[in-house]
């Protein structure tokens, strides 16, 4: 099949698969789910699932954060969120009518940086691993004061990253490692914590983004159901693609450095067993989640779900979704999570799909499921 397609004349474009274009093929032999490892390790610190909830303040809160670690994943706090704006966040959650307009307006009140010292150290005295995200825009002002209180990892994410960004128009020539004007080559070598930076779309920026020292690359800019990124600005991620790509990346990065691995981070339009099988057998290492995440009694948004771009003040990339459920029929995390569940949908027991496939692929742990057999089920693209 060839790489690319004409679409006119002159000019090519390249194929590209999204994970719902793509499905596992069992081997032979299966494997019980009870004796397969879901466990994941990045730096120095070792996870029961392979899961990052996403920054969302729909989702993560430093109570909720208690119960993901619990259940073995990572949380990521915000740290220009809600919580991080406001002394009582869940009253303006309580008050949030669901518009982007009013998500506007309240995140025109400043970030505070005693709130966000205090977030951090709130998450630091519940016991659980603590990950606060930054925006690039934002790093350099507020990364002292995470640093400050204590941190496990910390998160540089935007919608999309760049390896090499120009300010300003006369600024000069891009300089390999900058963001927005942080070096993050230079950044990264300073710090005692691992990184994890993103997102992005392709290999030569995923190559670039692991030159500069991070532990973790993030793929995709988080699509959801409410995401309107490829309306807005016409960019897209097909997650299957992006993601082989990234880890071709990484194996040149391998070789390269004489062994050095990164990890990769799946992030959009992941909201079932199967894309979370699909994402990893692509060569993500975790799956981060948000939307999947929102129906859950701990979630703070308490069914509504949204990202950061949908409180952007000129360009809003996303829209508010409004999952709600009576409060009797939403789940908690643990059934989202690890289960049980009665629901068929494929939404629920999210991991406990995951530990089922990886058996039936024949495999017994997520690293040696990455090389299990896929297919091309769509014909879209013939």
């Known amino acids: 099949m060839p790489q690319t397609v004409e679409i006119g004349l002159g000019r090519h474009a390249r194929r590209a698969y999204h994970l719902d274009e793509i499905a596992l093929v069992p081997m032979r032999r299966t494997r019980g789910s009870a004796i397969v490892s879901t466990t994941w390790q990045i730096d120095a610190h070792t996870f029961e699932l392979p899961l990052v ?5 729909a989702i993560v809160s ?9 259940l073995g994943g990572l949380a990521v706090l915000d740290g220009e969120g809600i919580w991080t704006r406001y002394a009582d966040p869940v009253a303006e959650l309580a008050a949030f009518d669901g518009q982007n307009s009013a998500m506007q307006r309240t995140f025109a009140a400043p970030v505070s940086t005693e709130l966000l010292r205090q977030r951090v150290a709130e998450l630091r005295a ?3 691993r603590v990950a606060v995200r930054l925006s690039p825009q934002h790093t350099a002002e507020l990364a002292p004061h995470v640093l400050a209180e204590g941190v496990d990892l910390l998160v540089i994410q935007g919608t999309v990253i ?6 300003a128009e006369g600024s000069g020539r891009p300089e390999q490692g900058a963001v927005l004007g942080l070096n993050l080559k230079t950044f990264i070598a300073e710090l005692d914590v691992p990184v994890l930076v993103g997102g992005v779309t392709n290999y030569q920026t995923a190559l670039h983004l692991m030159r500069t020292g991070a532990a973790g690359v993030i793929i995709g800019y988080g699509a959801h159901l409410g995401s309107t990124t490829h309306s807005v600005l016409g ?3 097909p997650m299957a693609t992006a993601l082989v790509d990234a880890a071709a990346a990484r194996r040149d990065y391998l070789d390269e450095t004489g062994g050095r691995y990164v990890h990769l981070i799946a992030y959009g339009d992941i909201t079932t067993g199967g894309d979370v099988a699909k994402a990893l057998a692509c060569g993500a290492d975790a799956v981060m989640l948000g939307e999947a995440l929102a129906l859950a009694v701990e979630a703070p948004g308490n069914g509504r779900y949204w990202d950061a771009t949908a409180a952007h003040p ?4 996303a829209a508010v979704v ?7 029929d939403r789940p908690t995390l643990e059934e989202l999570l690890v289960g049980p569940t009665a629901d068929p949908s494929g939404e629920r027991n999210l991991f406990g799909a995951l530990r089922r496939v990886i058996g039936k692929c024949g495999y017994s742990s997520v690293k040696e499921f990455q090389k299990t057999e896929l297919i091309v089920t769509s014909g879209r693209h013939f």
């Open 126 to 128: 519940s016991g659980v």
């Open 235 to 237: 960019i897209d991620v």
């Open 314 to 317: 000129r360009v809003p990339r």
């Open 162 to 167: 760049s390896a090499e960004h120009v300010a």
């Open 322 to 328: 409004d999952h709600t459920l009576p409060d009797q």
């Open 62 to 70: 430093p109570t909720s954060a208690v119960e993901v670690e619990r």
């Open 53 to 57: 909830a996403a920054p969302s303040d």
